[in-house]
Protein backbone atom coordinates (compact mmCIF):
# COMPACT_ATOMS: atom_id res chain seq x y z
CA UNK A 1 0.00 0.00 0.00
CA UNK A 2 1.10 3.49 -0.42
CA UNK A 3 1.46 5.12 2.73
CA UNK A 4 1.39 9.09 1.46
CA UNK A 5 -1.08 10.93 -0.14
CA UNK A 6 -0.40 12.13 -4.07
CA UNK A 7 -2.51 14.25 -6.31
CA UNK A 8 -4.47 12.50 -9.36
CA UNK A 9 -2.85 14.88 -12.17
CA UNK A 10 -0.69 17.29 -10.38
CA UNK A 11 2.22 15.30 -11.69
CA UNK A 12 0.61 13.34 -14.90
CA UNK A 13 3.63 11.51 -16.42
CA UNK A 14 4.01 9.82 -13.41
CA UNK A 15 0.43 9.11 -12.45
CA UNK A 16 -0.21 8.24 -16.02
CA UNK A 17 2.71 5.83 -15.75
CA UNK A 18 1.22 4.25 -12.39
CA UNK A 19 -1.55 4.07 -13.71
CA UNK A 20 -0.59 1.82 -16.71
CA UNK A 21 1.74 -0.51 -14.41
CA UNK A 22 -1.47 -0.66 -11.86
CA UNK A 23 -3.75 -1.81 -14.65
CA UNK A 24 -0.89 -4.45 -16.50
CA UNK A 25 0.18 -5.65 -13.30
CA UNK A 26 -1.30 -8.84 -11.52
CA UNK A 27 -4.07 -8.41 -9.62
CA UNK A 28 -2.97 -7.97 -6.28
CA UNK A 29 -4.65 -5.61 -4.32
CA UNK A 30 -3.01 -1.64 -4.05
CA UNK A 31 -4.47 1.52 -2.56
CA UNK A 32 -4.20 4.41 -4.36
CA UNK A 33 -4.72 7.79 -2.21
CA UNK A 34 -6.09 10.57 -4.34
CA UNK A 35 -6.06 14.44 -4.04
CA UNK A 36 -7.40 16.94 -5.82
CA UNK A 37 -6.43 17.37 -9.36
CA UNK A 38 -4.74 20.32 -11.06
CA UNK A 39 -7.74 21.46 -14.11
CA UNK A 40 -4.27 21.71 -16.76
CA UNK A 41 -2.93 18.61 -16.82
CA UNK A 42 -5.81 16.56 -18.12
CA UNK A 43 -4.77 13.98 -20.83
CA UNK A 44 -6.74 14.52 -24.19
CA UNK A 45 -6.98 12.70 -26.92
CA UNK A 46 -7.00 15.14 -29.74
CA UNK A 47 -10.06 14.13 -32.15
CA UNK A 48 -13.11 16.16 -33.37
CA UNK A 49 -15.41 13.45 -33.72
CA UNK A 50 -18.30 13.86 -31.45
CA UNK A 51 -19.02 10.01 -29.74
CA UNK A 52 -22.53 9.34 -28.58
CA UNK A 53 -23.73 6.35 -26.28
CA UNK A 54 -27.64 5.69 -27.28
CA UNK A 55 -29.68 4.14 -25.45
CA UNK A 56 -32.80 3.10 -27.69
CA UNK A 57 -35.87 1.10 -25.84
CA UNK A 58 -39.36 0.60 -26.45
CA UNK A 59 -41.92 2.53 -25.11
CA UNK A 60 -44.20 -0.63 -23.90
CA UNK A 61 -41.75 -2.99 -22.21
CA UNK A 62 -38.77 -0.31 -22.26
CA UNK A 63 -36.03 -3.03 -24.05
CA UNK A 64 -35.81 -2.59 -27.92
CA UNK A 65 -36.71 -5.56 -29.52
CA UNK A 66 -35.23 -5.31 -33.31
CA UNK A 67 -31.32 -4.56 -33.64
CA UNK A 68 -31.02 -1.20 -35.07
CA UNK A 69 -28.74 -0.30 -38.47
CA UNK A 70 -26.63 2.98 -38.92
CA UNK A 71 -28.87 4.27 -41.20
CA UNK A 72 -31.87 4.26 -38.79
CA UNK A 73 -30.28 6.95 -36.57
CA UNK A 74 -30.58 10.24 -37.27
CA UNK A 75 -28.30 12.99 -35.23
CA UNK A 76 -28.53 16.88 -34.84
CA UNK A 77 -26.23 19.10 -33.33
CA UNK A 78 -27.73 22.63 -32.62
CA UNK A 79 -30.50 21.85 -35.05
CA UNK A 80 -28.61 21.05 -37.76
CA UNK A 81 -28.55 17.38 -39.48
CA UNK A 82 -24.96 15.83 -38.99
CA UNK A 83 -23.56 12.86 -41.02
CA UNK A 84 -22.85 9.75 -38.94
CA UNK A 85 -19.12 8.97 -39.27
CA UNK A 86 -18.73 5.96 -36.63
CA UNK A 87 -21.42 3.46 -35.57
CA UNK A 88 -21.27 0.37 -32.79
CA UNK A 89 -24.20 -1.73 -32.81
CA UNK A 90 -25.32 -2.90 -29.08
CA UNK A 91 -23.31 -6.34 -29.73
CA UNK A 92 -20.29 -4.76 -29.70
CA UNK A 93 -17.93 -5.48 -26.65
CA UNK A 94 -17.66 -3.00 -23.66
CA UNK A 95 -15.08 -2.65 -20.93
CA UNK A 96 -16.50 -2.78 -17.81
CA UNK A 97 -15.18 -1.04 -14.85
CA UNK A 98 -16.96 -1.96 -11.49
CA UNK A 99 -16.50 0.59 -8.76
CA UNK A 100 -17.45 -0.86 -5.03
CA UNK A 101 -18.40 2.10 -2.20
CA UNK A 102 -17.24 -0.20 1.07
CA UNK A 103 -17.89 2.28 3.20
CA UNK A 104 -20.18 2.51 5.95
CA UNK A 105 -22.88 0.15 6.66
CA UNK A 106 -21.89 -2.49 3.60
CA UNK A 107 -18.66 -2.82 5.41
CA UNK A 108 -19.76 -5.91 7.21
CA UNK A 109 -21.15 -6.98 4.41
CA UNK A 110 -18.34 -8.20 2.15
CA UNK A 111 -19.51 -11.85 1.86
CA UNK A 112 -22.37 -10.78 0.22
CA UNK A 113 -20.69 -8.09 -1.96
CA UNK A 114 -17.76 -10.69 -3.64
CA UNK A 115 -20.79 -12.82 -3.98
CA UNK A 116 -22.67 -10.03 -5.87
CA UNK A 117 -19.40 -9.03 -7.68
CA UNK A 118 -19.32 -12.69 -9.01
CA UNK A 119 -22.53 -12.67 -10.64
CA UNK A 120 -21.84 -9.72 -12.49
CA UNK A 121 -18.84 -11.23 -13.62
CA UNK A 122 -20.67 -13.81 -14.86
CA UNK A 123 -23.41 -11.84 -16.41
CA UNK A 124 -20.74 -9.99 -18.67
CA UNK A 125 -21.24 -11.21 -22.51
CA UNK A 126 -17.77 -13.23 -23.42
CA UNK A 127 -16.39 -10.29 -25.21
CA UNK A 128 -16.54 -8.25 -22.24
CA UNK A 129 -13.61 -6.86 -20.37
CA UNK A 130 -13.98 -6.23 -16.41
CA UNK A 131 -11.69 -4.25 -13.97
CA UNK A 132 -12.92 -3.46 -10.25
CA UNK A 133 -11.90 -0.89 -7.87
CA UNK A 134 -13.31 -0.50 -4.44
CA UNK A 135 -13.21 2.74 -2.40
CA UNK A 136 -13.53 4.19 0.89
CA UNK A 137 -10.98 7.33 1.45
CA UNK A 138 -8.74 5.12 -0.80
CA UNK A 139 -9.19 3.20 -4.05
CA UNK A 140 -8.22 -0.17 -4.47
CA UNK A 141 -7.18 -1.90 -7.33
CA UNK A 142 -9.05 -5.27 -7.58
CA UNK A 143 -8.51 -6.36 -10.71
CA UNK A 144 -6.97 -5.00 -14.02
CA UNK A 145 -9.26 -5.43 -17.18
CA UNK A 146 -9.50 -8.51 -18.22
CA UNK A 147 -11.92 -10.77 -19.99
CA UNK A 148 -10.10 -14.08 -17.81
CA UNK A 149 -13.56 -14.73 -15.40
CA UNK A 150 -11.63 -17.29 -13.70
CA UNK A 151 -8.82 -14.41 -12.34
CA UNK A 152 -11.76 -11.70 -11.83
CA UNK A 153 -13.51 -14.17 -9.64
CA UNK A 154 -9.76 -14.82 -7.57
CA UNK A 155 -9.35 -11.39 -7.24
CA UNK A 156 -12.73 -10.90 -5.51
CA UNK A 157 -11.97 -14.00 -3.39
CA UNK A 158 -9.24 -10.66 -2.20
CA UNK A 159 -11.27 -7.84 -0.98
CA UNK A 160 -11.26 -7.51 2.65
CA UNK A 161 -13.18 -5.27 5.04
CA UNK A 162 -11.98 -1.67 4.69
CA UNK A 163 -11.71 1.02 7.02
CA UNK A 164 -11.74 4.90 6.69
CA UNK A 165 -14.86 7.57 5.02
CA UNK A 166 -15.96 8.13 1.82
CA UNK A 167 -14.45 9.91 -1.01
CA UNK A 168 -16.91 9.00 -3.78
CA UNK A 169 -16.03 11.70 -6.04
CA UNK A 170 -12.31 11.27 -6.04
CA UNK A 171 -12.70 7.80 -6.90
CA UNK A 172 -14.83 7.90 -9.72
CA UNK A 173 -13.34 10.88 -11.28
CA UNK A 174 -9.76 8.41 -10.98
CA UNK A 175 -11.33 5.82 -12.91
CA UNK A 176 -12.80 8.21 -15.51
CA UNK A 177 -9.52 9.96 -16.31
CA UNK A 178 -6.99 7.04 -15.42
CA UNK A 179 -9.17 3.42 -16.30
CA UNK A 180 -11.28 4.24 -19.12
CA UNK A 181 -8.99 6.22 -20.94
CA UNK A 182 -7.17 2.75 -21.64
CA UNK A 183 -10.16 1.99 -23.83
CA UNK A 184 -10.45 4.79 -25.41
CA UNK A 185 -7.31 4.38 -26.87
CA UNK A 186 -7.56 1.10 -27.73
CA UNK A 187 -11.48 2.69 -29.14
CA UNK A 188 -13.16 -0.14 -26.69
CA UNK A 189 -16.42 1.13 -25.65
CA UNK A 190 -16.58 1.50 -21.63
CA UNK A 191 -19.12 2.07 -19.26
CA UNK A 192 -18.32 2.60 -14.93
CA UNK A 193 -20.83 0.48 -12.76
CA UNK A 194 -20.61 1.99 -9.67
CA UNK A 195 -22.50 1.08 -6.61
CA UNK A 196 -22.70 3.14 -3.71
CA UNK A 197 -25.07 5.31 -1.72
CA UNK A 198 -23.65 8.48 -3.65
CA UNK A 199 -22.61 10.11 0.37
CA UNK A 200 -19.12 11.64 0.16
CA UNK A 201 -17.66 13.19 3.00
CA UNK A 202 -17.47 16.34 1.96
CA UNK A 203 -21.65 16.57 1.19
CA UNK A 204 -22.70 19.60 4.12
CA UNK A 205 -23.32 17.74 7.30
CA UNK A 206 -21.37 14.87 6.44
CA UNK A 207 -18.54 14.13 9.32
CA UNK A 208 -15.34 13.12 7.85
CA UNK A 209 -13.28 15.33 5.13
CA UNK A 210 -14.19 14.21 2.09
CA UNK A 211 -12.65 13.68 -1.63
CA UNK A 212 -11.05 17.20 -2.81
CA UNK A 213 -12.36 16.67 -5.78
CA UNK A 214 -16.01 18.81 -5.82
CA UNK A 215 -19.33 16.87 -7.73
CA UNK A 216 -19.19 20.19 -10.26
CA UNK A 217 -15.68 19.08 -11.21
CA UNK A 218 -17.14 15.84 -11.56
CA UNK A 219 -19.52 16.87 -13.54
CA UNK A 220 -17.38 18.54 -16.10
CA UNK A 221 -15.05 15.12 -16.50
CA UNK A 222 -18.38 13.02 -17.07
CA UNK A 223 -19.33 15.21 -19.50
CA UNK A 224 -16.28 15.03 -21.65
CA UNK A 225 -15.57 11.52 -21.39
CA UNK A 226 -17.42 8.72 -23.72
CA UNK A 227 -17.91 6.55 -21.16
CA UNK A 228 -21.51 5.47 -19.95
CA UNK A 229 -22.05 6.22 -16.07
CA UNK A 230 -24.52 3.92 -14.65
CA UNK A 231 -24.79 4.65 -10.81
CA UNK A 232 -26.70 1.81 -8.89
CA UNK A 233 -27.36 3.31 -5.76
CA UNK A 234 -27.89 1.17 -2.43
CA UNK A 235 -29.99 2.61 0.23
CA UNK A 236 -28.13 2.56 3.24
CA UNK A 237 -29.96 5.45 5.02
CA UNK A 238 -31.74 3.34 7.62
CA UNK A 239 -28.60 1.87 8.87
CA UNK A 240 -26.84 5.50 8.92
CA UNK A 241 -25.99 7.86 12.39
CA UNK A 242 -28.34 11.00 11.40
CA UNK A 243 -25.68 12.68 13.57
CA UNK A 244 -23.30 11.92 11.34
CA UNK A 245 -25.01 11.83 8.07
CA UNK A 246 -28.46 13.89 7.91
CA UNK A 247 -30.92 12.19 5.46
CA UNK A 248 -30.22 15.73 3.76
CA UNK A 249 -27.01 14.14 2.49
CA UNK A 250 -28.75 10.84 0.95
CA UNK A 251 -31.21 13.46 -0.36
CA UNK A 252 -28.27 15.47 -2.17
CA UNK A 253 -26.30 11.91 -3.09
CA UNK A 254 -29.49 10.48 -4.72
CA UNK A 255 -29.72 13.77 -7.24
CA UNK A 256 -26.30 13.74 -8.27
CA UNK A 257 -26.11 10.29 -9.12
CA UNK A 258 -29.15 11.11 -11.07
CA UNK A 259 -27.34 13.58 -12.57
CA UNK A 260 -24.33 11.83 -13.25
CA UNK A 261 -26.56 8.97 -15.00
CA UNK A 262 -28.36 11.75 -17.05
CA UNK A 263 -24.78 13.39 -18.51
CA UNK A 264 -24.25 10.23 -20.14
CA UNK A 265 -28.03 9.50 -21.13
CA UNK A 266 -28.87 6.86 -18.70
CA UNK A 267 -31.26 6.78 -15.24
CA UNK A 268 -30.05 5.97 -11.69
CA UNK A 269 -30.18 2.18 -10.52
CA UNK A 270 -31.85 1.35 -7.03
CA UNK A 271 -31.47 -1.20 -4.87
CA UNK A 272 -32.60 -1.25 -1.52
CA UNK A 273 -30.25 -4.07 -0.35
CA UNK A 274 -27.06 -5.78 -1.04
CA UNK A 275 -29.18 -9.01 -1.89
CA UNK A 276 -31.10 -6.98 -4.64
CA UNK A 277 -27.68 -6.43 -6.33
CA UNK A 278 -27.98 -9.78 -8.63
CA UNK A 279 -30.41 -8.85 -10.32
CA UNK A 280 -29.99 -4.93 -10.93
CA UNK A 281 -26.51 -6.16 -12.21
CA UNK A 282 -28.24 -8.64 -14.34
CA UNK A 283 -30.52 -5.60 -15.16
CA UNK A 284 -27.37 -3.23 -16.31
CA UNK A 285 -26.02 -6.15 -18.26
CA UNK A 286 -29.08 -6.75 -20.58
CA UNK A 287 -29.26 -2.66 -20.81
CA UNK A 288 -25.92 -2.33 -22.30
CA UNK A 289 -27.07 -4.50 -25.12
CA UNK A 290 -29.12 -1.40 -25.69
CA UNK A 291 -26.64 0.77 -25.66
CA UNK A 292 -25.39 2.13 -29.59
CA UNK A 293 -22.12 4.29 -30.37
CA UNK A 294 -22.56 7.08 -32.57
CA UNK A 295 -19.96 9.78 -33.74
CA UNK A 296 -19.71 12.50 -35.86
CA UNK A 297 -17.56 15.63 -37.24
CA UNK A 298 -19.67 18.58 -36.63
CA UNK A 299 -19.69 20.29 -40.02
CA UNK A 300 -18.79 23.61 -38.01
CA UNK A 301 -15.89 23.75 -34.96
CA UNK A 302 -15.33 27.23 -33.30
CA UNK A 303 -13.03 25.51 -30.66
CA UNK A 304 -14.61 28.51 -28.01
CA UNK A 305 -16.05 25.88 -25.59
CA UNK A 306 -19.57 26.74 -26.22
CA UNK A 307 -22.32 24.14 -25.18
CA UNK A 308 -23.65 21.98 -27.85
CA UNK A 309 -27.30 20.73 -27.68
CA UNK A 310 -27.48 17.03 -29.42
CA UNK A 311 -30.51 15.49 -30.05
CA UNK A 312 -30.93 11.72 -31.31
CA UNK A 313 -34.09 10.43 -33.42
CA UNK A 314 -34.95 6.86 -34.17
CA UNK A 315 -35.77 6.90 -38.28
CA UNK A 316 -39.24 5.20 -39.09
CA UNK A 317 -39.64 3.50 -35.61
CA UNK A 318 -42.23 5.34 -33.62
CA UNK A 319 -42.45 2.74 -30.92
CA UNK A 320 -38.71 3.41 -29.85
CA UNK A 321 -37.33 6.40 -27.68
CA UNK A 322 -33.47 7.06 -27.22
CA UNK A 323 -31.61 8.50 -23.93
CA UNK A 324 -28.46 9.94 -24.60
CA UNK A 325 -26.41 12.60 -23.42
CA UNK A 326 -28.02 16.55 -23.80
CA UNK A 327 -25.02 17.83 -25.23
CA UNK A 328 -21.57 19.15 -25.14
CA UNK A 329 -18.88 22.06 -24.64
CA UNK A 330 -16.95 22.28 -27.39
CA UNK A 331 -13.00 22.22 -27.19
CA UNK A 332 -11.33 25.41 -26.84
CA UNK A 333 -8.29 25.96 -29.19
CA UNK A 334 -5.02 26.06 -27.55
CA UNK A 335 -3.14 28.15 -30.46
CA UNK A 336 -2.58 31.48 -29.12
CA UNK A 337 -3.83 34.20 -31.18
CA UNK A 338 -1.26 37.15 -32.39
CA UNK A 339 -1.22 39.26 -29.22
CA UNK A 340 -0.48 36.19 -27.14
CA UNK A 341 2.44 35.26 -29.11
Given at each position: ?F??R??L???H?SLL???IVLL?A?CSLL?LH??T ?10 TDL?TL?VSV???A ?20 PQE?AY??S?E?PF?L ?6 S??T???I????K????FV?A??P??RI ?5 T??I ?9 HD ?10 RP??G??FWD????V??HV ?6 E????A???M???V ?7 F?D??L????Q??QIARR??S ?11 E ?8 S????A?E????L ?6 Q ?5 K?K??DGV ?6 D ?11 AT???D??W?E?A????G???L ?7 Y ?5 N????D??
Amino acid sequence: MFRSRFSLLANHRSLLTLSIVLLTAHCSLLTLHAQTPTPGDVLRIDTDLVTLNVSVFNRANSQASIKLQQKDFAVFDDGAPQEIAYFESGESPFDLVLLLDLSGSTADKIGLIRKSAKRFVDAARPGDRIAIFTFTADIQVVSKLTSDHDALNKSIDDIERPTGGTNFWDALRFVLEHVVIQSRVEHRRSAVIVMTDGVDNALPGVFGDGSLTTFDQLTQIARRMDSIILPIYLDTEKESNPRSTPPSAYAMAREQLANLAAESGNQMYRARKIKDLDGVYAQVIRDLSTFYSIGYRPATRKHDGAWHEVAVQVVGHPDLSVRSKRGYFETVSNRLTPDEK
